[in-house]
C-alpha cells in the first residue's frame, strides 16, 4: 500500500476504483447460494454514484445529517460512501438500539433521512418518527412494503439515483469536500445519560489511517482478506474493519452475525480479523472445555503442546525464530496440534488478529500467540478515531497496548490519567461545548479518562477507567477490570464484575460459563438440568471459590474478593446490562442486582 495523498474518504474509494476495477472489494454470504459472493469495486462504485444522486435528488445538501441504522453488510458501506460522495455527514445508529435510543441520535442530530437495515429497523424509526417531524425520509435496505409515503426500499432510490439527470453534481460535491469537513457524529453507547456525539471529521479518519499504514507497511497489502464483524456504528470498526482495509485495497467479507463468527471464518479463512476481547475469550473457553472429552494421549499432547509455546513466547513476541531442541519441538507440536486448531477455527491463513474495546487478558494473549497466531492488543476511543497504540507485530508485549502511532503523542498526567495529542482526535462534542471543554486540557491534550502508565520503550499499559476506580470504605483506590481480566482467565467464569465501591471488602458478581460447568457436573454425577441449578449448587460455589482463591493468590488482601454471587443468566445488549460494544454497564449491574449484591454486605455494609 503507498503512502495515502487524497485527503477526503470519497476520493480515496474512487482512487481504488480506478485501480482495482473488477476485483472483488466485499463479499456476502448468500445463505440460498450457501456461498460467499463477490461485489467489485467498479459494481460497489456504481451503487455508490446511485445512492449518493438520489440523496441529492431529494434535497441533501453539504453537511446535512443523514441516519444510518443496520448491522454490517455491503449497503453499509455503500451508504456510508453516498451520504459522504454527496457531502453529507453519516450518522451511525447501532443495529440493536431501541426506536426510542434511535429517536434521540436522530433528533439530537438533526437528522433529515435515515438508511434503516431491514423492517424491522424501518418499523423503529417510524415509530420514532412519530416525535421527528423533520425526518422525511426512511430508505430500507431489504424490499419490504409500506403504505407510508416516507418510506422507499433500497432498489426503488437507486432506481431513481440512476434516473436522476444532473450526474455531474457528483463531481461538484466531491471537488468541494475538505478534510476538516464532518464526516460523521458517532453516539458514544454510554453506560449512563444521553449519548454524546462525537464529530470526525474526513481528516481524523485518513490521518488514522495513513499512521496505521505508515507503521505497518511492510505487514500490509492488498492480499489481505478481512472478516467484519464488528458493528459499523462503532469507530473500531469504522476504522479499522472498513476505511483502512478499502485505503489499502484488501477485500472484506461479511460476517452473517457475531454467532456465527466461527462458521463464517471457516468459509472466507481471513487473514486478519478485528475484535474485541470476547471472540477470543469464547475461542479459549471452548478449546479448554472440549479437552475434558479428548483421550488421555490427546489431554497430554495438548499439555506438552501448551509448555512449548509458552517456550516459544518470548521468540514470537520478539519476531525470532527458536533455535536447537526448541525450534523442533514447535516444529512437531504445531504439525500435531496447534495446525488443527487452526484450521479448525478458520485461522490457517491469519497472519495476525488486532483485539481493542476493551482490556484483553493476558493468558488469553499468550494462549493465542502461542498457538501461532499473532495478537495486537490496541487502544483509542471513539474520540481518537479510534486507533491511538497497538502492538507491532515485530515486538509483542502482552498486557500492553503498545506504542503510540507515528504522528500521535501520549503522556501521563499528574493524577495518572493518560493523555493524548494527534490529527485523529475528534472535533469535539456535537453541540455540546461543555462537555467539549471538560475533556481537554488547557495546553489541548485530550484527557482519555484511563489510568495507564508508559515504560521504558514507550509501550502503553492501561491499568482501569477512572470512572470505574473503586474506593473503598478504608480509602483504598482499586481498578477492577484487572482483577475481572484475571477473574475470566478460569474456563468456569464467563462474566464478572467487582464490586466494592465505599464499602469494606470487594465483591463480585458472577456468570459461570455454563457450558463447561455442565460437563463439570456430570463428570462428577451431580444433578444440573438448569443454570439455576448450576448457580445453588453448594459444589458448584465449592469449585468458584477455589477457582477465585487459585487466581487471587498473588493480589493484596484488600483486592481480594471477600464474597461473591452466581448468577443463571449472561449479560447482554437485549437485556440491558453491556454496550453495543460489548462493555459491562456498572451502574446498571448495581441497580439490576443490587438485592444480590447488598446479601453480600450484611447489616452496614457500606460504613
Known sequence: MKRLTNTTIPAVFQEQVAKYGDRACVAYRDNAKGQYIDISWNEMDRMVRELALYLISIGVKKGDRVGLFSPNRPEWWISDLAILSAGGVNVPIYATNSAEESRYILSNSGSKICIAGSRDHMEKILEAKKKLPGLKKIIVMERVKSSNKAVITWADALKAGAAYKNKGEIGKRLKALKSRD????????????????VMLTHDNFISDARQINNDFIEYINDSHVLLSFLPLSHSLERTSGYYFPLFAGCTVAFAEDFSKVVD????????????????????????LSRLPEASAVKRLMFSMAVNTAKKNLPYVCNDIPPKGLLKLRVRLFDKLVFSKFREGLGMDRMEFAVSGGAPLSVSDA??????????????????????????????????????????????????????????????????????????????????????????????????????????????????????????????YIEQVAVIGDRRKYLSALIIPSFENLQKWAKAKGLPAATNKDLVNSTEVYALMQGEIERIMKNYARVEQIRKFALLDAEWTQDTGEITPSLKVKRRVVEEKYKNAIESMYPSDGKD
Not at 464526516?183 to 456525539?197: E, V
Not at 480479523?273 to 477470543?280: A, D, E, G, H, T
Not at 482526535?425 to 488547557?442: C, W
Request: proline fraction near 7%.
Open 366 to 491: 499468550e494462549f493465542f500467540i502461542g498457538m501461532g497466531i499473532k495478537i495486537l492488543e490496541g487502544f483509542g476511543l471513539t474520540e481518537t478515531t479510534p486507533v491511538t497504540n497497538v502492538n507491532p507485530p515485530w515486538k509483542i508485549k502482552p498486557g500492553t497496548v503498545g506504542p503510540t502511532l507515528s504522528e500521535t503523542k501520549v503522556k501521563i498526567s499528574d493524577e495518572g490519567e493518560l493523555l493524548i495529542k494527534g490529527p485523529q482526535v475528534m472535533k469535539g462534542y456535537y453541540k455540546n461545548p461543555k462537555a467539549t471543554a471538560e475533556v481537554f486540557t488547557r495546553d489541548g491534550w485530550f484527557r482519555t479518562g484511563d489510568m495507564a502508565r508508559i515504560d521504558e520503550d514507550g509501550y502503553v499499559s492501561i491499568t482501569g477507567r477512572i470512572k470505574d476506580i473503586i474506593v473503598t470504605a478504608g480509602g483504598k483506590n482499586i481498578s477492577p477490570q484487572n482483577i475481572e481480566n484475571d477473574l475470566k482467565s478460569s474456563k
Open 264 to 287: 463464517n471464518m471457516k468459509e472466507v479463512r481471513p487473514t486478519f480479523i478485528i475484535s474485541v476481547p470476547r471472540l477470543y475469550e469464547k475461542i479459549h473457553s471452548v478449546i
Open 182 to 197: 464532518l464526516a460523521t457524529i458517532i453516539y458514544t453507547s454510554g453506560t449512563t445519560g444521553d449519548p454524546k456525539g
